[in-house]
């Protein structure tokens, strides 16, 4: 079986894990500095980057660290992984859920704008599979009505915008290196900022609330939680992080043999193609209901023929504990099709052109069955 995913894991980063494991220090120490410097100068733009254990704990640090709490409103695309709504909800904030463009499946400015109510105090665009969000027009409309912009970037590590990387520009940049992400460190994420002290604020927030002082003593001044990242985790980000060039390069090529080789049906898009993208996933959008089938049945016949697929999203709002909050399928057109469409296919460094065209044939005769 072809998974859709697999983590590029190879001798250098067995190795470095297991000296880590035998210095005699694996927890937060030495490795999670290295990897942290290792990403200011690989993002640039003067960012500050401060890892922890999660891109889920880099999303509810950087809402806490942008001041948003109780009675504040954070504009969230209903296109993404789930986490990037609960942050909201864990920051005690009220996530609003807006609609995507469905070829981009981003957030636009003019889709932000319709959201903005008096209590919206920051706006959270994701990098959707690795393609970076029109940022200019949001970040534009951000300052003008004073709003915090807080990226889920947890797709977009390598991804750039207008030539410069995600990361290295903005106010506050969460990333994720969960196994399926572009690099890994098991579990881990980071936060890029744009000056010290939020950095200093981040570190407090990851670690307890602890302040450090040079004579050894500490002070506790407010709330902080228990999110720092792992040296074990930290040094296999460290080494995997020179490799991401290459990676994502690997990624755009076989989504490029994908753009050529996928069947041309009425009942299968393309995902947006664009500058900059790092491919994080390649997601189809197929139309399960004119093909008179449901996704899962599609997807089990795929699986017959050797070929595993993902599902990146449903959309956050037609989660029951979301529906309560009074959404329907109806209020965010595009997000919904895109959650009920979307088939994520296999895309990882290691896969083969081999591999691509077998899925591709894979489609097309299983397209071809459901239209029988
Ligand atoms: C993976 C992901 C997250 C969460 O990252 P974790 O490291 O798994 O906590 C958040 N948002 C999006 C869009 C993601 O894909």
Known sequence: MLPFVRPTIE??????????????W????????????????????GAHVRVVNSGTSAL???????????????????????????????????PVLVDVDLESRNLTAELLRGAVTPRTRAVMPVHFAGLAADMDPIEALARELGLRVIEDAAH????????????????LVCFSFHP???????????????????AERIERLRFHGIEKFADGSMEVDEWGGKMNLPDVNAVLGLVQLPRLQGFVERRRELAA??????????CLAQPAFGQGHGWHIFAVRVDFARLATTRPAFQA?????????????PAIHGFAMYRRMGYGPEQLPNAHTIGAQTLTLPLFPALGEADVDGVCAALAETLGEFEA
């Open 11 to 24: 001798e250098e980063d067995i190795r470095a894990v297991t000296q880590v494991l035998r210095s005699g």
């Open 26 to 45: 694996i927890t937060t120490g030495p490795k999670a500095r290295e990897f942290e410097v290792a990403l200011e100068r690989y993002v640039g733009g």
């Open 60 to 94: 509810e640090i950087a809402l806490l660290a942008a001041g948003i709490g109780p009675g504040d409103e954070v504009i969230v695309p209903s296109m993404s992984f789930v986490a990037s709504a609960n942050a909201v909800l864990r920051a005690g904030a009220k």
């Open 156 to 171: 977009a590590i390598g991804t750039r915008y207008r030539g410069r990387l995600i990361g290295g520009a903005g106010d």
């Open 180 to 198: 399926n992400k572009n690099i890994t460190s098991v579990e881990g994420g980071a936060i890029a900022c744009f000056d010290g002290a939020t």
């Open 257 to 266: 043999r994908y753009r050529e080789r996928l069947p041309r049906h009425d």
């Open 301 to 313: 016949r795929l699986a017959d023929l050797g070929i595993a697929t993902g599902v990146h999203y």
